[in-house]
């Protein structure tokens, strides 16, 4: 599975931007699937996570009422639709897909990965 993350930018603080990330394979529908960031000089860490169906999401709490995930399975795509962005919310953002259906926080669960796309909010 190829993954290809897209629509970030730069935005002003408490703007918003949607990012999407499209698979190669309609087997995509059975993986879940989940957002990374990395912000520069620190580590990658979880942002949000969607099982396979769409039915069950977690987020991390800096991002909780913020940030939305969401898929079309039909699109083979998922969306990460983040508001009121702040400036701590820079980074590149990757998307991944798990090894499994259920949603999971380690990126050690996850087996493929995109390129990453970066978001940069001004304060």
């Known amino acids: 599975v190829q993954l290809q993350a897209s629509g970030g930018g730069v935005v002003q603080a408490g703007g918003s931007l949607r990012l999407s990330c499209a698979a190669s394979?309609?087997?995509?529908?059975?993986?879940?699937v989940g957002w990374f960031r990395q912000a520069p000089g620190k580590e990658r860490s979880f942002v949000a996570t969607?099982?396979?169906?769409?039915?069950?999401?977690y987020y991390v709490d800096s991002v909780k009422g913020r940030f939305t995930i969401s898929r079309d399975n039909a699109r083979n795509t998922v969306y990460l639709q983040m508001n009121s962005l702040k400036p701590e919310d820079t980074a590149v953002y990757y998307c991944?897909?798990?090894?499994?259906?259920?949603?999971?926080?380690?990126?050690?669960?996850?087996?493929?990965w995109g390129q990453g796309t970066l978001v940069t909010v001004s304060s």
């Open positions: 969607i099982n396979w169906s769409g039915t069950n999401t």
């Open positions: 394979r309609r087997t995509f529908s059975n993986n879940a």
């Open positions: 991944a897909a798990a090894r499994g259906s259920n949603s999971v926080v380690s990126p050690v669960y996850y087996r493929y």
